[in-house]
């Protein structure tokens, strides 16, 4: 079985920094791609920021030069550094990630969601 944890959720004020951590675990062959995506009240859930394996990296315009992802593949863990928080960067922001289970299936996991609001 396959699961994916996520922490570092939390309240900030506007201009603080918050950072997301998202680990896989279980009977994984490989990971493809991870990334973040989030869902505001009464919106749609929106792509943040993904990393390939190769590294490449793409951003939300909103976010650009704002939030940083990165992952440690030796950990199977990707990390979101969210900085200059804006208070409508508020939402649920889930973890996701194609991976390659050790059947060489390919499938798309999601985490449980993590609650960032930012308010003063």
């Known amino acids: 079985q396959v699961q994916l944890v996520e922490s570092g959720g939390g309240l900030v004020q506007p201009g603080g920094s918050l950072r997301l951590s998202c680990a896989a675990s279980?009977?994984?062959?490989?990971?493809?791609?991870m990334g973040w995506y989030r869902q505001a009240p009464g919106k749609q859930r929106e792509l943040v920021a993904i990393?390939?394996?190769?590294?490449?990296?793409n951003y939300a315009d909103s976010v650009k030069g704002r939030f940083t992802i990165s992952r440690d593949n030796a950990k199977n863990t990707v990390y979101l550094q969210m900085n200059s928080l804006k208070p409508e960067d508020t939402a649920v922001y889930y973890c996701?990630?194609?991976?390659?289970?050790?059947?060489?299936?390919?499938?798309?996991?999601w985490g449980q969601g993590t609650q960032v609001t930012v308010s003063t």
């Open positions: 996701y990630a194609e991976l390659v289970t050790i059947l060489a299936a390919i499938l798309d996991y």
């Open positions: 279980g009977r994984i062959l490989g990971i493809n791609a």
């Open positions: 990393v390939t394996s190769d590294a490449g990296t």
